[in-house]
């Protein structure tokens, strides 16, 4: 079955650093998603993506946030400054179609603000 | 609004059933089921649309009552591989379709 990539598996940044994290979704799927959950807790939406911009956020996406596809092919979620409480797993997502179907997500990255 | 899930957690022994329900206070448009498990990616189970039917797969169905907003996964003859965190997540249809997870029931199976 086809796979969406993240990179890292972890990263592991000082506060008030910026990072990026990276995802290669599906090559025929249309829209992205990232999702974070803190550790023990439920899954939480942060944004979607589509046509080249974001068609919906969360609250938690604020003007920290980011999302771009530079090369066709590459999702990434950048954070310009990070806090503490950054620190969660990030999972990107990618579904063919808009729609009530199956969400495919990568394995995830763990992200550990110090 | 944020689907409530229960159990919070159920344990099992190895061939033994179990439910786990998911309730919304919202019109539900569809009900998506995944199965996490510890360090990895939530893996997809099924999703139900609204109009009130039934799925399954080997020995894990789910039925998705509309009226009453919940959805209800059914664990039967249970295996040690079930175990895990359970997540339902809800969509409401519109132009964009996030899903909103409930937090969660942990399921263990044990030999």
């Known amino acids: 079955e086809p796979e969406v990539t993240q990179t890292p598996s972890h990263q592991v940044t000082q506060m008030g650093q910026e990072v990026i994290l990276r995802c290669v979704p599906i090559?025929?799927?249309?829209?992205f998603y990232w999702y974070r959950q803190i550790l023990g807790q439920k899954v939480e939406f942060l944004v979607s993506?589509?046509?080249?911009?974001?068609?919906?956020k969360s609250e938690i996406f604020d003007d920290q946030f980011s999302v771009e596809r530079p090369d066709g092919s590459n999702f990434t979620l950048k954070i310009r400054s990070t806090k503490l409480e950054d620190s969660a797993m990030y999972f990107c997502?990618?579904?063919?179609?808009?729609?009530?179907?199956?969400?495919?997500f990568g394995s995830g990255t763990q992200l550990s603000v110090l | 609004q944020q689907p409530v899930q229960s159990p919070q957690a159920v344990i099992l022994r190895e061939g033994e059933d179990a439910v786990i329900n998911c309730s919304s206070s919202?019109?539900?448009?569809?009900v998506h089921w995944y199965r996490q498990k510890h360090g990895e990616a939530p893996v997809f189970l099924m999703i139900?649309?609204?109009?009130?039917e039934q799925k399954g797969h080997d020995k894990i169905s789910a039925s998705f009552n509309e009226k009453k907003q919940q959805s209800s996964l059914y664990l039967t003859a249970s295996q040690l591989s079930y175990s895990g965190t359970y997540f339902c997540?809800?969509?409401?249809?519109?132009?964009?379709?996030?899903?909103?997870f409930g937090k969660g029931t942990l399921l263990t199976v044990n030999p």
């Open positions: 997502a990618s579904q063919t179609n808009l729609g009530p179907e199956k969400l495919f």
């Open positions: 090559s025929n799927h249309l829209y």
């Open positions: 993506f589509y046509n080249n911009e974001i068609s919906e």
């Open positions: 919202k019109a539900l448009y569809s």
């Open positions: 139900l649309l609204k109009g009130g």
């Open positions: 997540g809800t969509g409401r249809g519109g132009s964009n379709y996030k899903l909103t």
